[in-house]
């Protein structure tokens, strides 16, 4: 016997009936996206490792321990699985010139992939959903994104998620910042652990969102990056508050909120939660005006988030929360194997009219007893069975039994009951079926 190939370690299957979750999801992401104006993107899986050094910073986590890269072997091009979709967007924006008309409001979702260790909502094949606004330079709309992320989390329902909101200034102010931490981690070298040691001349900022609890203290003393902006980022991120308070959102700033990529800038801002352990952030972003020119276009403002599609789902099972399974409308009982020529065009009849109808298939050893149709019927959670009887046949009937509930045309009151139906006048009893 062949040796059993199983999936690789942290590349989960989503399979029924947890997949329905999924579409679930994807499905009210979709509808809100479209509410306010955002345009799908799909972008490839495989991109160009240089687009990712660039774009994320080469002295970041991501880039030197998490990426799956490898060299074509047929022309020894560098590629990369996507660890991230931000810098495939803003490539892709560049290569079809996408903003010759103006700025244009996107929105992902799709699987990334990031060597580390697998653990509750955080898996080596994890999936993004993500909404990037292009060519947008002001506070409204990095509020607009925000706002937007909270909308999601009413409509799924979702509660306990906390915003969090930072400003990393400019180019120019996050060096005078830089120089001023150095200087301070640098009085303070004992306490580094080796991450930040290698790390202080390289990106110190990186530094201030170490998770190591011997760290804090020193952290918590550091040089405040807010306290080296100048009037414009000010301006900004306090424009931004004001449309925050005037959409009534609560937030918390969090001066040592600076995000795990390079490329961001001004905005940043997180949604947290205490719900799913050490994995908290369920949501996060922020303004990356300085991207598309580190990865060879002209300059142009972006701002966007993304959101773990993993994290929001146990959280959502956390909460209780996550829908019923779907179910047919109509489980389709058939006795006899031979008569299946004669249902099967019933059937496909009634789907086109909208009904969802599973039908009894033959095992094994045939159609199986009426009993353990009507078992399988009451386990598919089908509201009706429809029995294909050979009496009901021979007057081209069809009984339809209601499962749970009352049956086609009579009040909830009367008590459930079989009624005949003419197979002849299937689209004036299809609706009864889907609930219409």
Same mark, same amino acid.
Request: glycine fraction near 10%; include cysteine.
């Given at each position: 016997m062949a040796e059993k190939l199983t999936a690789v370690k942290g590349m989960n299957d989503i399979a029924?009936?947890?997949?329905?979750?999924?579409?679930? @999801?994807?499905?009210? @992401?979709?509808?809100?996206?479209?509410r306010y104006g955002y345009r799908n993107i799909r972008t490839p899986i495989v991109e160009p490792t240089a687009l990712f050094i660039r774009g994320l910073g080469e002295v970041t986590d991501i880039?030197?321990?998490?990426?799956?890269?490898?060299?074509?072997?047929?022309?020894?091009?560098?590629?990369?699985?996507?660890?991230?979709?931000?810098?495939?967007?803003?490539?892709?924006?560049?290569?079809?010139?996408?903003l010759y008309d103006g700025?244009?409001?996107?929105?992902?979702?799709?699987?990334?992939?990031?060597? +580390?260790?697998?653990?509750?909502?955080?898996?080596?094949?994890?999936?993004?959903?993500?909404?990037?606004?292009?060519?947008?330079?002001?506070?409204?709309?990095?509020?607009?994104?925000? %706002?937007?992320?909270?909308?999601?989390?009413?409509? @799924?329902?979702?509660?306990?998620?906390?915003?969090?909101?930072?400003?990393?200034?400019?180019?120019?102010?996050?060096?005078?910042?830089?120089?001023? @931490?150095?200087?301070?981690?640098?009085?303070?070298?004992? %306490?580094l652990?080796?991450?930040?040691?290698?790390?202080?001349?390289?990106?110190?900022?990186?530094?201030?969102?170490?998770?190591?609890?011997?760290?804090?203290?020193?952290?918590?003393?550091?040089?405040?990056l807010m306290d080296h902006l100048g009037s414009e980022s000010l301006d900004h991120f306090n424009r931004l508050r004001g449309l925050l308070d005037?959409?009534?959102?609560?937030?918390?700033?969090?001066?040592?909120? $600076?995000?795990?990529m390079d490329y961001y800038n001004l905005s940043v801002f997180e949604f947290v939660t205490t719900q799913l352990g050490s994995q908290g952030t369920v949501c996060a972003g922020g303004r990356y005006d300085g991207l598309f020119e580190q990865v060879g276009g002209k300059p142009a403002p972006a701002v966007g988030w993304a959101l773990?599609? +993993?994290?929001?789902?146990?959280?959502?099972?956390?909460?209780?929360l996550l829908p019923a399974q779907p179910a047919p409308d109509a489980y389709a009982v058939v006795p006899d194997a031979a008569i299946v020529p004669r249902v099967m065009p019933v059937l496909r009849l009634l789907r086109q009219q909208g009904v969802a109808v599973q039908m009894h298939a033959a095992g094994a050893e045939g159609m199986g007893s009426m009993k353990s149709q009507f078992k399988k019927a009451d386990a598919s959670g089908a509201r009706f069975a429809l029995i294909f009887g050979?009496?009901?046949l021979e007057q081209n009937r069809v009984a339809v039994k209601p499962l749970r509930g009352p049956r086609p045309g009579e009040?909830?009151?009367?008590?459930?009951?079989? $009624?005949?139906?003419?197979?002849?006048? $299937?689209?004036?009893?299809?609706?009864?079926?889907?609930?219409?």
């Amino acid at each position: 016997m062949a040796e059993k190939l199983t999936a690789v370690k942290g590349m989960n299957d989503i399979a029924p009936p947890v997949s329905a979750h999924w579409e679930w @999801l994807e499905q009210t @992401l979709r509808a809100l996206m479209q509410r306010y104006g955002y345009r799908n993107i799909r972008t490839p899986i495989v991109e160009p490792t240089a687009l990712f050094i660039r774009g994320l910073g080469e002295v970041t986590d991501i880039v030197e321990k998490e990426m799956y890269s490898f060299e074509d072997r047929l022309n020894g091009e560098q590629l990369t699985l996507r660890p991230e979709n931000t810098a495939g967007v803003v490539r892709a924006a560049l290569e079809h010139s996408m903003l010759y008309d103006g700025g244009k409001r996107l929105y992902y979702m799709g699987p990334m992939f990031r060597h +580390e260790r697998p653990q509750r909502g955080r898996y080596r094949q994890f999936h993004q959903f993500g909404a990037e606004a292009l060519g947008f330079a002001g506070p409204d709309v990095d509020a607009e994104l925000i %706002v937007l992320a909270c909308d999601l989390w009413a409509e @799924l329902g979702l509660t306990g998620i906390e915003l969090e909101i930072n400003s990393l200034g400019q180019p120019a102010e996050r060096l005078a910042h830089r120089q001023a @931490l150095i200087a301070y981690l640098e009085q303070h070298a004992a %306490v580094l652990d080796e991450d930040a040691r290698r790390r202080l001349h390289s990106n110190p900022l990186r530094i201030l969102d170490t998770k190591n609890p011997a760290m804090q203290d020193v952290v918590n003393g550091a040089p405040r990056l807010m306290d080296h902006l100048g009037s414009e980022s000010l301006d900004h991120f306090n424009r931004l508050r004001g449309l925050l308070d005037a959409h009534g959102i609560t937030y918390r700033i969090n001066p040592r909120l $600076v995000r795990g990529m390079d490329y961001y800038n001004l905005s940043v801002f997180e949604f947290v939660t205490t719900q799913l352990g050490s994995q908290g952030t369920v949501c996060a972003g922020g303004r990356y005006d300085g991207l598309f020119e580190q990865v060879g276009g002209k300059p142009a403002p972006a701002v966007g988030w993304a959101l773990g599609m +993993e994290r929001i789902l146990e959280l959502l099972k956390e909460q209780d929360l996550l829908p019923a399974q779907p179910a047919p409308d109509a489980y389709a009982v058939v006795p006899d194997a031979a008569i299946v020529p004669r249902v099967m065009p019933v059937l496909r009849l009634l789907r086109q009219q909208g009904v969802a109808v599973q039908m009894h298939a033959a095992g094994a050893e045939g159609m199986g007893s009426m009993k353990s149709q009507f078992k399988k019927a009451d386990a598919s959670g089908a509201r009706f069975a429809l029995i294909f009887g050979p009496d009901e046949l021979e007057q081209n009937r069809v009984a339809v039994k209601p499962l749970r509930g009352p049956r086609p045309g009579e009040g909830a009151e009367q008590a459930p009951g079989q $009624v005949l139906q003419s197979l002849a006048e $299937v689209a004036l009893w299809a609706p009864s079926l889907r609930g219409a």
